[in-house]
């Protein structure tokens, strides 16, 4: 099936001027940014900026193609993607400008971002998301509840390097497209008048009780939502009346969440009318817990879940099967050690992952650690009845 990697091949060699900027060319920049460009990139306090051709091909070199390392994110970036966005005549010869990258674990905080000057004139500022570890995905939940130091960090970052006179886009993939709408909202209306669009690929919503001042209300005609037809992030705290674009996806369950997943055309996503009978279920799984309830009750339902999935010791997604049967063993404990209103959703969410993410695939076509995990849960599931 195609996706972002076949529309460079198919489209590359269409500029901005042929075609305008559209959906996919959003989530190719979004996905950009999960590149960890130290030392190639100019940060923001040195200026200047290089070329995406260059930029990548110089990652692509010191990393002899084995570009995994460098790659903060769950989306399976990989060296054939950013070889056709290099060799693009659409985004090639595109500046890099303005690099950040902030990592502080005492406070739970993971803020990366980039500037990308267009050849039509437009700026992509270019968030970074969540990263493939528990950390990342414990603050995707927690963005939903109070005021995070990424989405603080995103609207100063905005603040301080957008020009009065530009023209910008803004948005990010996951957690980033979280930090794209509370950045935009947050700014001074001078420069928000100067964004075009905001695009949130898959990012949670944001608490009522903790959005700025004005809400959603201030992207009016601005906010670009795109989730795929199986969304748990993207779904968390959906904003009521702001449109969405549903898109299809290669993958199953939460593995939909890689945007290298997501089906393109040769001119745009490849969109369908509406999410999955199952995802259906999880969403309304997760909103009775989420919604109506204060904000200090989904924090901690967010701590919860996140302390079960790493209570055999992993640090990543993909990991949460990696401790075998025993790690197995540990994180059913701390399911049903869990608050009795959460246990049905996080036995949900397990077999999810075991069944669909691409690193536990592997390790559950081991019998023993699969009927170990059907074991436990369904012991869960007896304590909940």
Request: charged share 20%; net charge negative.
């Amino acid at each position: 099936m195609p996706n972002i990697t076949d529309y460079l091949a198919w489209r590359g060699d269409v500029t901005l001027a042929e075609r305008p900027f559209n959906d996919v060319d959003n989530v190719i920049l979004a996905t950009l940014s999960y590149v960890d460009f130290t030392g190639i990139v100019p940060a923001e306090a040195t200026g200047g900026a290089v070329d995406v051709a260059s930029a990548l091909r110089t990652l692509l070199a010191e990393t002899g193609e084995d570009v995994a390392p460098r790659i903060r994110s769950l989306a399976q970036v990989n060296a054939p993607f950013l070889r056709a966005l290099a060799a693009s005549e659409r985004f090639g010869g595109a500046l890099l400008s303005n690099y950040v990258d902030v990592r502080d674990e005492d406070r739970r905080m993971q803020f990366s971002a980039l500037h990308v000057a267009l050849a039509d004139g437009a700026v992509y500022v270019s968030l970074r998301g969540t990263d493939q570890t528990l950390l990342g995905w414990r603050e995707d939940f927690l963005l939903g509840c109070e005021v995070t130091g990424a989405q603080v960090a995103s609207a100063d970052y905005l603040e301080r390097t957008m020009r009065p006179d530009g023209r910008y886009l803004v948005g990010g993939h996951s957690k980033g497209g979280n930090l794209a709408m509370y950045a935009a909202m947050a700014i001074p209306q001078r420069l928000r008048d100067r964004i075009a669009c905001v695009y949130s690929d898959d990012g949670p919503g944001i608490a009522p009780e903790v959005l700025p001042a004005g809400g959603y209300g201030l992207l009016e005609g601005k906010l670009r939502r795109i989730v795929p037809s199986f969304s748990i992030v993207g779904m968390l705290l959906d904003p009521e009346g702001v449109p969405k674009g549903i898109v299809t996806s290669s993958a199953s369950g939460v593995a939909q969440h890689d945007p290298l997943t997501w089906q393109t055309g040769a001119t745009g996503l490849v969109l369908t009318d509406g999410l999955l009978p199952e995802c259906k279920v999880w969403n309304q799984s997760f909103s009775r817990l989420l919604d109506g309830v204060g904000l200090e009750d989904r924090r901690n339902f967010t701590n919860q879940m996140f302390d079960a999935l790493s209570a055999g010791g992993a640090t990543t997604l993909d990991g949460i099967f990696g401790g075998g049967v025993g790690g197995i063993q540990q994180i059913a404990n701390a399911i049903a050690a869990s608050d009795p209103r959460t246990k049905d959703v996080l036995v949900r969410l397990l077999q999810a992952m075991a069944g669909a993410t691409a690193g536990a695939a592997a390790v559950t076509a081991s019998s023993a650690v699969a009927t170990a995990t059907e074991a436990a849960l369904a012991k869960v599931r007896g304590r909940t009845r």
